[in-house]
């Protein structure tokens, strides 16, 4: 069963690669060979100077900032953004168990909100607060309330009459059974909340800073606004390159290890 | 002697969803059970068996008294620990141990060594020794069951309380089980009431047996005569066994 296993795994990673390794194939040839005349070198810049400007946005940067202070930046604001918007989910959610008034209150603020993209809130918030680093972390707020909390709800509410029992039969009451019982119970609906969360708010963040920077605090959307404006195209794709690089390192080495740590070890999904 | 439960005037009713009227499923049912008694519940479905423990147990609002050592119950309490008959009563986040020792830390007891003291005793009882750091998924349905037995003898209530927790297992399981709570039940010195639809189950576990009929209706209520370990070879069986037969069957 192992063997086979692991050469499924490896034959998966093997298509994964070469995939891969076509595509920069494709992309090097159509670069050399001039297709689109002399627009050619912006739109499509070799691999090589793709490369070179990967380096030079962290060692050089933009106008001598380099590019790990945007990147400082973004995350600052994701993670203020992220641990608000979290834990406000949690304490909303929780709220909307005890009390019937605030279950419907929040269940329509969460079906208003999760379809008002944040960017579409943006003037709103530029009018009423000005143009500050907060701004953007309301963004990320917003992005990943909605979301992580329908989730945190429909958890809740799934969560088996017969551990409510067990746990209340164990004497178990109120903020007990919420931690006890009702959030590890909600653990799958949980992961799969802090995944659609973190993606809208990555999303979100970068759109924010593309429409607008802030000077004092710019971060990593702002950076490939900028390389735009410039035509400094190579560095524009590298910047792409870094933006997915950090994703998959919140993916692989985040959210993964949480849901290996907890709903796969507790056989709740496979 | 003076009765561990005392069950008096239990009356309960169900809404019917949607009508204004009311269904009850229990009427003025009175029952009162001595300490170290096994009692079993025989009974149709829908008679109300499960409702009545539920009420025990403190799960459901009713009307009546429900009293255990002569204290009035008026909601749950480790001092009657249910076992359902769902194999998925164990929480699935914490191992077979942590499961057992989690009623016991809410109880107060901080120490370490002697949480782990008490399941690994608790788990010996049962036969799952070596078994302390697997999760409920990894476990077979009379597994999980077993750790459920374990976890409501370590926590020494007063009654527990049993839900048709062998019906869902193959017969061989089963019987192996009936034959383990009895060894507990020796051991241990608890009252338990247990409820099933299997008239041999009820004569060889139960030291008294009831039948209830529609409404909670108590239609015999007897001391088991025949001697442990019972087969049907023991004398005086067959007699028990129509008699219990025509009460459920009536």
């Given amino acids: 069963m192992e063997m086979i296993e692991k050469r499924e795994r490896r034959q998966a990673l093997l298509t994964k690669v070469i995939f891969i390794v076509l595509l920069l194939v494709i992309w090097e040839v159509t670069a050399r060979a001039h297709i689109f005349g002399k627009r050619s070198e912006i739109v499509f810049p070799t691999l090589e100077s793709i490369g070179k400007a990967f380096i030079r946005n962290f060692t050089f940067g933009y106008a001598g900032t380099s590019q790990w202070i945007y990147i400082l930046n973004s995350m600052r604001f994701l993670l203020e953004g992220l641990c608000i918007g979290i834990g406000l989910a949690f304490i909303l959610s929780g709220l909307s168990m005890v009390s019937k008034t605030i279950d419907t209150i929040f269940n329509l603020c969460v079906s208003i909100f999760d379809l008002l993209p944040g960017v579409a809130l943006l003037p709103v918030v530029i009018v009423i607060f000005g143009v500050k680093p907060g701004v953007i972390v309301f963004l990320v707020v917003h992005a990943v309330l909605w979301p992580m909390s329908r989730n945190v709800l429909d958890g809740f509410k799934a969560v088996p009459e017969i551990y409510l029992e067990a746990g209340r039969n164990l004497g178990m009451k109120n903020t007990q059974l919420l931690f006890g019982v009702y959030i590890p119970a909600a653990t799958t609906y949980i992961v799969s909340g802090l995944k659609v969360g973190w993606a809208r708010a990555w999303r979100g963040l970068i759109s924010a800073e593309m429409i607008f920077g802030i000077a004092s605090s710019p971060g990593i959307g702002l950076f490939i606004n900028q390389m735009r404006t410039n035509m400094n195209n190579a560095e524009m794709y590298a910047t792409l390159i870094v933006i997915i690089i950090i994703g998959l390192i919140v993916q692989y080495g985040i959210l993964n290890p949480i849901e290996n740590a907890t709903v796969k070890k507790w056989g709740m999904t496979k | ?250």
Avoid at chain 2, 6 to 27: H, P, Q, S, Y
Avoid at chain 2, 112 to 128: F, G, P, T, W
Avoid at chain 2, 166 to 182: H, I, P, S, Y
């Fill in chain 2, 1 to 250: 002697m003076s009765a561990i439960l005392e069950i008096r005037g239990l009356t309960k009713a169900f809404l019917n969803t949607g009508k204004k009227d009311k269904t009850e499923v229990l009427n003025n049912l009175n029952l009162s059970v001595e300490p170290s008694e096994f009692l079993c519940i025989l009974g149709p479905s829908g008679c109300g068996k499960t409702t009545m423990l539920r009420c025990v147990a403190g799960f459901e609002s009713y009307e009546g008294d429900v009293l255990v050592n002569g204290k009035l119950e008026t909601g749950p309490g480790t001092d009657r620990i249910m076992i359902f008959q769902d194999f998925n009563q164990l929480f699935p986040w914490k191992t077979v141990e942590k499961n057992i020792q989690y009623g016991l830390k809410l109880q107060g007891i901080k120490d370490k060594a002697e949480l782990k003291r008490i399941s690994d005793s608790a788990l010996k009882k049962v036969k799952l020794d070596g078994y302390q750091n697997f999760y409920p998924y990894q476990l077979s349905g009379g597994m999980k069951q077993r750790v459920a037995i374990a976890k409501a003898f370590a926590l020494k209530p007063s009654i527990i309380l049993m839900d048709e927790p062998f019906a869902a297992l193959d017969a061989m399981t089963r019987t192996k089980l009936q034959k383990e709570l009895m060894q507990l039940h020796e051991q241990e010195d608890c009252t338990i009431l247990f409820i099933t639809h299997n008239i041999l189950e009820a004569i060889s576990l139960g030291t008294r047996i009831i039948v209830l009929q529609t409404g909670g209706d108590i239609v015999v209520d007897k001391k088991n005569p025949i001697p442990k370990p019972v087969t049907p070879d023991s004398p005086g069986y067959g007699p028990f066994w129509t008699e219990l037969h025509n009460a459920l069957y009536a």
